[in-house]
C-alpha cells in the first residue's frame, strides 16, 4: 500500500517506511502563516507541550491543503503580514484535520453559520513547535534561486497553508541554520 501526496506539483517530499513491509509513508511539508501579534511562532513555543491547533482558517483551498496534512508533516510557521515578513521557526503536523470548532461559536470572528456541526465546513490540524529559527526573510527568500517555484512567492498567492517541495524545505532550513550561526 503506497499513500502517496496529491499535490499537483509533485510534492512527494520524503519517504519513510514502517515497520510494515507494505507500507510506505510519504512525508510532505508545509509553509503556514500567521501574523506574529495574533499568533506568532513564540506563542507556540510556549504553548503547554509546545502545541496549538491551527483554526480559523477559512479558504477552501488552504482548508483542502490541511486536509491532506498527516502527522509527522514537517511545518514552516511562517510571519506574515508584519514589518518583516518571514519563517520563524519549524514545526511538525500532530494531530490530523478534525473539525475546526471555532466555526460553530456565534462570539468568534470565524464563525460561520453556514456551517452545521453535523457537516463541518471548515477544518484544523494541530502543531508542534519543533525549532525556532532567527528569521529567514522574505526577502532571503525571493533572493534565493534554489527557491524558484516556492509556491508563497508567486504573484498573487496569499494563502496561509501551501505545500513545500522537499528541495525548498531543506533549503530554507539551511539559510535558517546561517542565520543563526551568523
Avoid at 501526496?5 to 511539508?29: E, K, N
Avoid at 456565534?106 to 453556514?114: E, H, L, T
Avoid at 528569521?135 to 505545500?163: C, H, I, K, Y
Wanted: some cysteine.
Amino acid at each position: 500500500m503506497l499513500e502517496h501526496s496529491r499535490l499537483h506539483d509533485g510534492g512527494l517530499s520524503g519517504v519513510q517506511c514502517s515497520s510494515r513491509l507494505d507500507t510506505i509513508s510519504v512525508v510532505q511539508h508545509w509553509l503556514m502563516k500567521s501574523e506574529p501579534d495574533v499568533y506568532g511562532f513564540a506563542t507556540l513555543w510556549n504553548a503547554p507541550q509546545r502545541i496549538g491547533g491551527w483554526e480559523g482558517v477559512r479558504n477552501y483551498q488552504a482548508r483542502n491543503y490541511m486536509m491532506q496534512m498527516r502527522v509527522g508533516d514537517g511545518v514552516l510557521f511562517y510571519h506574515s503580514a508584519c514589518k518583516v515578513p518571514g519563517v520563524a521557526g519549524i514545526a511538525s503536523v500532530v494531530r490530523e484535520a478534525y473539525p475546526d470548532t471555532v466555526q460553530f461559536d456565534p462570539d468568534s470572528a470565524y464563525f460561520d453559520p453556514k456551517s452545521p456541526p453535523s457537516q463541518p465546513r471548515w477544518m484544523q490540524v494541530d502543531i508542534q513547535a519543533v525549532q525556532p529559527l532567527r528569521l529567514v526573510t522574505l526577502e532571503m527568500l525571493r533572493a534565493d534561486p534554489l527557491l524558484t517555484g516556492l509556491l508563497t512567492l508567486r504573484r498573487g498567492n496569499r494563502l496561509s497553508v501551501t505545500p513545500v517541495l522537499a528541495a525548498h524545505y531543506q533549503r530554507i532550513l539551511e539559510l535558517g541554520e546561517q542565520a543563526v550561526s551568523g
